[in-house]
Each structure stands twice: as C-alpha cells, then as structure tokens.
C-alpha cells in the first residue's frame, strides 16, 4: 500500500474570495498582522500495490482529472 498527499491550491493570480474572507475572519478574531490568506485542498490517498512509479502516475492521473482544475489550480503529489 502506497500513501500520499495531495495538496491543491490556486494558481498565483486567481482570486481567492474564500481566503479574503478568512483573512478577515481571523482579524476580526485579533490575530493582527495576518495577510496573504490562500485556501487550497488536501487529499490523502491509498494506492494499492507497491509500484511507486505507477503510484506516482496513477496518483497524476487523478488529479489532471478530478482532484484539480488545472486551469486555475496547482497540485503537489507527497509519496510517503
């Protein structure tokens, strides 16, 4: 079995409201001096099998397809 995280975030440029908002939040809630707030996705997902190599690919796989939407969002694969 062969465990990652998949870590999903905007691309630098698109807006991110929700981030505004949780900025904002978190000022609101005295946390002074946050800024540049981003909020993004994690995944963690088992692959089943030993193949790193397949794992790896599969796990792209399923990000350029479902898990990110690639034109406005980057992903990074962390194999364990």
């Known amino acids: 079995m062969i465990k990652a995280r998949i870590v999903v975030t905007l691309k ?3 807006l991110d409201p929700q981030g505004k ?5 978190l000022g609101t809630l005295g946390f002074g001096g946050v800024g540049a707030v981003r909020q993004g996705k994690v995944f963690d997902v088992e692959v ?4 790193r190599a397949k ?3 599969d796990l792209k796989a399923m990000c350029e397809q479902l898990l990110a939407n690639t034109v406005i969002e980057n992903y ?3 194999i364990a």
């Open 55 to 57: 794992a790896e690919a």
């Open 21 to 25: 908002a949780i900025e904002g939040a």
């Open 48 to 51: 089943e099998g030993s193949d």
């Open 76 to 78: 990074a694969i962390q």
């Open 12 to 14: 630098n440029g698109v």
